[in-house]
C-alpha cells in the first residue's frame, strides 16, 4: 500500500475505528477547517461553531460506519452532518449572535483583519465586514446554506448539491432568493450607517 | 438587437452565469449579450459583482481553525473510548485467572487433605506411599517386594563400616534402603564389579550423626 493510499480518507478511518488515535487525528486535521468556518459562518457564532464540530467528529469517533464510501467522499458526508447540526443549533436559538463578543481588535467574533492598513481603514472594513456578516446570517437558513456554500465556502453548484442533497436548481433558486436579499440588505446598510451604541449586529439585521 | 434572454431569466440564471457549470455555452453568450443591451441588468450584475467582493472579504476574514482545545478534547475522549475497555478488558482476565488458580490451589489442598486423613485412619506412613512410588521402578526390575524396606529391630550380622569403634553403635537407627550395589563401594566395602549395577536391600546402622556406623544385607 503506497503512502498516498495510507492516506486516504476511508483509510484512516478504518484505521480509526480500531483505535488508531494518530489517524483520527490527521482526519480530524485535514477537516477540522473547512467545517469550522462553514459552521461559523453559519451560525455567527464561535461557540457553537466549535460544539458542532466538536459534536460532528465525536459522531464520526463513536460510529465510523455511518460513512459509506459508496455514497461519496468523508468530506461531503462531514459538511452533511454539520449541516444537520448546524439546522438543528438554529431551529432551537433562531437567532443565537452573541452581542457583546469582540476580539482584541474590537471586530466581531470569527472574524481577523489581517492587514497592516491605518486604524482608520481598519475600522472602516471592520464595520464594512460586520455588516456583510450581519446580512448573510440574517438570511433564512435555506438561502444562507447555499451563499455559505458557493459565496463563501466558494463550491461549485454541484458539490453544493451534493453536500445540501437536492437538485443544482434548487441551488440555483435558492442562490438567486439569498442574493436579491443580500444584496438589498447591504444597500439599506451602505445607506444607512448604524447607530452608536447598538450592539453588532443585532442592531444592524433588525 | 433582441437579447434571447429576459431581464427576469437574467436575474435567475445569467446574473452567476460565467460561474454556473451547468449552462450551456448559449445561455452564458445570451447573458452577456442581454447584460450589454440591458442597463437594469447591468447594475444590477455590477452590484453582485461589488456584493461578491465584499463576501470574498468576508470568506478570508473568517479563515479560521477550530481552537486547539476542541482537538485536545476529542483525542481525550478517544483514548476513553478505545484504550478504556482494553484496560478493563485486561483487568476482567486478570481477575478470572486469578479467581482460577485460587480454584485450583484449593482443589489441591482439599485432595492433599483428604488424602491424610485416609492415611490417619489406615495407619499409613506419610512418605510410605511416596517412597514405594520412588522405589517403585528398581523394585520392578529387580522383582524385591516393596514391603520388604521394613527392617527389623535386631542389631545382629551388622558389619562395622571402616573406621567406626563398636560403642558407636549404642543409639544409632536402623534404616533399610535399597541402593545399587556399587554404592556400598562409597562405604568404604569391597565391591564385586561384575555385580555393582544389581539393586539390593541394605540394612545401615544410622548413628546420631546421621552417618551410617555399620551394615547388614538382609539376604
Known amino acids: 500500500m503506497s503512502i498516498a493510499d495510507q492516506e486516504r480518507d476511508d483509510v484512516l478511518l478504518r484505521r480509526a475505528g480500531k483505535g488508531d488515535e494518530e489517524a483520527f487525528t490527521l482526519l480530524y486535521r485535514r477537516h477540522q477547517a473547512a467545517l469550522y468556518r462553514f459552521a461559523l459562518r453559519m451560525s455567527g457564532n464561535t461557540w457553537a461553531a466549535e460544539e458542532i464540530v466538536q459534536d460532528v467528529f465525536m459522531t464520526l469517533m463513536r460510529d465510523p460506519?455511518?460513512?459509506?464510501?459508496?455514497?461519496?467522499?468523508?468530506?461531503?458526508?462531514?459538511?452533511?452532518?454539520?449541516?444537520?447540526?448546524?439546522?438543528?443549533?438554529?431551529?432551537?436559538?433562531?437567532?443565537?449572535?452573541?452581542?457583546?463578543?469582540?476580539?482584541e481588535d474590537g471586530a466581531g467574533p470569527g472574524i481577523v483583519l489581517q492587514d497592516a492598513s491605518t486604524p482608520a481603514i481598519q475600522a472602516e472594513?471592520?464595520?464594512?465586514?460586520?455588516?456583510?456578516?450581519?446580512?448573510v446570517l440574517d438570511l433564512p437558513a435555506d438561502f444562507r446554506d447555499a451563499v455559505v456554500l458557493c459565496e463563501l465556502e466558494e463550491r461549485s453548484y454541484e458539490e453544493a448539491a451534493q453536500m445540501?442533497?437536492?437538485?443544482?436548481?434548487?441551488?440555483?433558486?435558492?442562490?438567486?432568493?439569498?442574493?436579491?436579499?443580500?444584496?438589498?440588505?447591504?444597500?439599506?446598510?451602505r445607506d444607512a450607517p448604524r447607530r452608536a451604541g447598538v450592539p453588532w449586529p443585532a442592531g444592524v439585521a433588525k | 438587437m433582441?437579447?434571447?434572454m429576459t431581464c427576469d431569466e437574467f436575474e435567475a440564471v445569467g446574473l452567476d452565469a460565467e460561474r454556473d457549470a451547468s449552462l450551456?455555452?448559449?445561455?452564458?453568450?445570451?447573458?452577456a449579450a442581454h447584460a450589454a443591451s440591458c442597463a437594469r441588468c447591468a447594475a444590477l450584475r455590477d452590484s453582485w459583482e461589488a456584493t461578491r467582493m465584499e463576501l470574498r472579504?468576508?470568506?478570508?476574514?473568517?479563515a479560521l481553525d477550530t481552537p486547539a482545545r476542541v482537538e485536545m478534547r476529542l483525542r481525550q475522549q478517544f483514548r476513553t473510548q478505545y484504550h478504556a475497555p482494553k484496560v478493563r478488558r485486561t483487568a476482567i482476565a486478570a481477575a478470572?485467572?486469578?479467581?482460577?488458580?485460587?480454584?485450583?490451589?484449593?482443589?489441591?489442598?482439599?485432595?492433599?487433605?483428604?488424602s491424610s486423613q485416609h492415611r490417619?485412619?489406615?495407619?499409613?506412613?506419610?512418605?510410605?506411599?511416596?517412597?514405594?512410588?520412588?522405589?517403585?521402578?528398581?523394585?520392578?526390575?529387580?522383582?524385591?517386594?516393596?514391603?520388604?524396606?521394613?527392617?527389623?529391630?535386631?542389631?545382629?550380622?551388622?558389619?562395622?563400616?571402616?573406621?567406626?569403634?563398636?560403642?558407636?553403635?549404642?543409639?544409632?537407627?536402623?534404616?533399610?534402603?535399597?541402593?545399587?550395589?556399587?554404592?556400598?563401594?562409597?562405604?568404604?566395602?569391597?565391591?564385586?564389579?561384575?555385580?555393582?549395577?544389581?539393586?539390593?536391600?541394605?540394612?545401615?546402622?544410622?548413628?546420631?550423626?546421621?552417618?551410617?556406623q555399620a551394615v547388614r544385607l538382609p539376604e
Open chain 1, 65 to 103: 460506519k455511518k460513512y459509506d464510501a459508496a455514497r461519496g467522499t468523508l468530506g461531503g458526508f462531514l459538511y452533511g452532518v454539520t449541516r444537520n447540526r448546524i439546522l438543528k443549533h438554529l431551529e432551537r436559538l433562531p437567532r443565537e449572535v452573541p452581542l457583546e463578543e469582540k476580539n
Open chain 1, 125 to 135: 472594513k471592520r464595520e464594512r465586514a460586520e455588516q456583510v456578516w450581519a446580512a
Open chain 1, 164 to 189: 445540501i442533497g437536492c437538485p443544482i436548481g434548487t441551488i440555483r433558486s435558492r442562490l438567486h432568493r439569498g442574493r436579491a436579499l443580500l444584496m438589498a440588505r447591504l444597500e439599506m446598510l
Open chain 2, 2 to 4: 433582441k437579447c434571447a
Open chain 2, 24 to 31: 450551456a455555452d448559449a445561455e452564458r453568450a445570451a447573458a
Open chain 2, 57 to 62: 472579504s468576508l470568506a478570508r476574514t473568517t
Open chain 2, 96 to 114: 478470572w485467572a486469578l479467581a482460577a488458580a485460587a480454584v485450583l490451589v484449593g482443589a489441591v489442598s482439599w485432595v492433599n487433605w483428604r
Open chain 2, 120 to 212: 490417619v485412619a489406615n495407619n499409613i506412613p506419610a512418605n510410605s506411599g511416596a517412597a514405594s512410588a520412588n522405589q517403585q521402578s528398581p523394585g520392578q526390575n529387580t522383582g524385591i517386594d516393596p514391603q520388604t524396606l521394613v527392617a527389623d529391630n535386631e542389631l545382629g550380622d551388622f558389619t562395622l563400616l571402616p573406621g567406626v569403634l563398636p560403642a558407636d553403635t549404642d543409639d544409632a537407627a536402623i534404616l533399610r534402603v535399597r541402593m545399587q550395589r556399587g554404592a556400598l563401594g562409597t562405604l568404604g566395602l569391597p565391591v564385586n564389579e561384575d555385580r555393582a549395577g544389581e539393586w539390593i536391600q541394605v540394612d545401615l546402622l544410622v548413628g546420631n550423626d546421621g552417618l551410617p
